[in-house]
């Protein structure tokens, strides 16, 4: 990448690397910054960006998140049982590429009397499924769920398209149901208690058991780690049950950010990620990226890696932002800033 080493005098006076990368995402994703050469970290910026947050949270005296709750409630299904589990593993197995091609209308739906996409539409389609009678959260029946029930959950609104990659939604509803079944005795809590409520040891049984949360890819022959949606299973369940009962998870500090679409435009917009002009071209037009292609792969790891460079000058300044934490504010602010440059497009899986 044409950024300053992380290994550089000066980089690494400023920033202090974390003593553990027990998920290996932050050291396989180090190397693709020293090699890459589509996109970089402008530390100037990041440093304005950790300064403005310090500043704010001096001024106001509130938390370094943003004033909105850590779990929205409203599009979000919860009973407090192991019902609530399973259906937020199944939210996050389906947690991606909402987004629709040019000259496409974008997939939406009707929820409640408001018009919902992205992200929200699938929460909300699952939680309409529950209150339709539709036992997404019991294993056996999406073990051998139809397709006719699936596109009934995610029916979309009036004019809008289909939810994009149907197949793969499918496939990854059915393997929920196979794997719990077959492992779990058809309920995830058993997973969050065979691991003793460790983060870690969660993502990493997510990633093992289930092919559809195993986000990992090859560049330049070595494997790199993103395990985006493993990560934010964690993470809504800890929001979800406000880090109590099944959410009162250890080592929530061994996550990194969720590599998506957002948080690399929002970095972008602040001018902390660079792309080279070529990939600024092609991002900026909404040209597809390939899955795993070198480019979107450089993206989602200088993501990682500001966030954590962020996470670090945020620290040396006095003040604790977990990985967690940061995702969330950054989410939250790509939500309401306008006139973004487009993000990046990619059909895959993994987000």
Same mark, same amino acid.
């Given at each position: 990448?044409?950024?300053?080493?992380?290994?550089?005098?000066?980089?690494?006076?400023?920033?202090?690397?974390?003593?553990?990368?027990?998920?290996?995402?932050?050291?396989?994703?180090? &190397?693709?910054?020293?090699?890459?050469?589509?996109?970089?970290?402008?530390? /100037?910026?990041?440093?304005?960006? &950790?300064?403005?947050?310090?500043?704010?949270?001096?001024?106001?005296?509130?938390?370094?998140?943003?004033?909105?709750?850590?779990?929205?409630?409203?599009?979000?299904?919860?009973?407090?049982?192991?019902?609530?589990?399973?259906?937020?593993?199944?939210?996050?197995?389906?947690?991606?590429?909402?987004?629709?091609?040019?000259?496409?209308?974008?997939?939406?739906?009707?929820?409640?009397?408001?018009?919902?996409?992205?992200?929200?539409?699938?929460?909300?389609?699952? !939680?309409?499924?529950?209150?339709?009678?539709?036992?997404?959260?019991?294993?056996?029946?999406?073990? !051998?769920?139809?397709?006719?029930?699936?596109?009934?959950?995610?029916?979309?609104?009036?004019?809008?398209?289909?939810?994009? %990659?149907?197949?793969?939604?499918?496939?990854?509803?059915?393997?929920?149901?196979?794997? %719990?079944?077959?492992? =779990?005795?058809?309920?995830?809590?058993?997973?969050?208690?065979?691991?003793?409520?460790?983060?870690?040891?969660?993502?990493?049984? %997510?990633?093992?058991?289930?092919?559809?949360?195993? /986000?990992?890819?090859? =560049?330049?022959?070595?494997?790199?780690?993103?395990?985006?949606?493993?990560?934010?299973?964690?993470?809504?369940?800890?929001?979800?049950?406000?880090?109590?009962?099944?959410?009162?998870? !250890?080592?929530?500090?061994?996550? #990194?950010?969720?590599?998506?679409?957002?948080?690399?435009?929002?970095?972008?917009?602040?001018?902390?990620?660079?792309?080279?002009?070529?990939?600024?071209?092609?991002? /900026? !037009?909404?040209?597809?990226?390939?899955?795993?292609?070198?480019?979107?792969?450089?993206?989602?790891?200088?993501?990682?890696?500001?966030?954590?460079?962020?996470?670090?000058?945020?620290?040396?300044?006095?003040?604790?932002?977990?990985?967690?934490?940061?995702?969330?504010? %950054?989410?939250?602010?790509?939500? #309401?800033?306008?006139?973004?440059?487009?993000?990046?497009?990619?059909? #895959?899986?993994? =987000?």
């Amino acid at each position: 990448m044409q950024i300053h080493s992380i290994e550089d005098d000066d980089a690494s006076d400023m920033y202090t690397l974390p003593a553990h990368d027990e998920l290996g995402i932050l050291g396989s994703t180090r &190397s693709v910054l020293e090699q890459g050469e589509h996109v970089w970290i402008a530390f /100037d910026k990041l440093e304005q960006l &950790s300064n403005q947050w310090v500043h704010e949270y001096a001024t106001t005296h509130e938390t370094m998140l943003s004033s909105e709750p850590l779990w929205n409630n409203m599009y979000h299904f919860h009973d407090g049982t192991e019902r609530t589990i399973n259906w937020l593993l199944l939210l996050d197995a389906l947690n991606f590429c909402f987004w629709a091609e040019k000259d496409r209308e974008r997939w939406r739906v009707d929820y409640n009397g408001k018009i919902l996409n992205g992200y929200w539409a699938e929460a909300a389609s699952l !939680t309409r499924a529950v209150e339709e009678g539709i036992p997404v959260w019991d294993a056996k029946y999406l073990q !051998t769920i139809s397709e006719d029930a699936v596109a009934t959950i995610f029916r979309p609104s009036t004019g809008a398209d289909s939810i994009p %990659l149907f197949e793969q939604r499918v496939f990854n509803m059915r393997e929920v149901g196979r794997v %719990l079944q077959e492992s =779990y005795h058809g309920q995830f809590t058993h997973a969050i208690e065979l691991v003793q409520g460790d983060a870690v040891a969660l993502v990493r049984l %997510l990633a093992r058991d289930f092919a559809s949360f195993n /986000d990992i890819a090859t =560049y330049r022959n070595r494997e790199v780690r993103f395990l985006k949606r493993a990560q934010i299973c964690i993470a809504d369940i800890y929001g979800s049950f406000g880090g109590k009962q099944w959410g009162a998870f !250890t080592n929530l500090d061994q996550l #990194t950010i969720f590599a998506d679409y957002k948080v690399p435009q929002i970095l972008r917009h602040y001018g902390i990620l660079e792309y080279a002009p070529a990939l600024a071209k092609r991002v /900026d !037009t909404l040209e597809l990226l390939a899955a795993q292609s070198e480019e979107e792969i450089e993206i989602r790891a200088a993501t990682i890696w500001a966030c954590e460079l962020l996470r670090c000058a945020v620290s040396r300044q006095g003040y604790k932002m977990n990985a967690l934490e940061i995702d969330q504010k %950054l989410w939250s602010q790509s939500q #309401t800033v306008e006139n973004m440059r487009p993000y990046h497009r990619v059909r #895959t899986q993994y =987000y």
